[in-house]
C-alpha cells in the first residue's frame, strides 16, 4: 500500500492507489487549500521532494496550469496527482 508524507509536518499516511494527494491530505486531517479539483486554479500546488515517478502523469490540464503559474518542475496539483507508490510532497506555506 501506497504511503504519502506531507512536510513540513512530517506525517505520514497509508492510501489506497489512485488516491490524489488533495484527496489524501483532506482524509487525514491536512490542510492543503483548494478551490476547483480540476487542475484549473492552481490553489492545491505542492512540490514533490521524493517519488515523483509514484505519481500520475500530469494531464494537459494540469500542464497547462504549471506552465501558466510558472511551476518548478516538481510542483504538482494535489487535486489531480494520484498516488501510485510512496511519495513526499511539500505544502507551500
Known sequence: ?????FMPSGKMFKVEEGTTVLNAAIHNGIHLP???TEAICGTDLVKV?????????????EDLTLTMLNAD???????V????GTV?????S
Open 88 to 92: 513526499t510532497v511539500e505544502i507551500p
Open 1 to 5: 500500500m501506497p504511503h504519502i508524507t
Open 49 to 61: 521532494l521524493a517519488g515523483a515517478e509514484n505519481l500520475s502523469v500530469k494531464s494537459d490540464n
Open 34 to 36: 483548494h478551490d476547483c
Open 73 to 79: 518542475p516538481g510542483d504538482r496539483l494535489g487535486c
Open 81 to 84: 496527482a494520484q498516488i501510485l
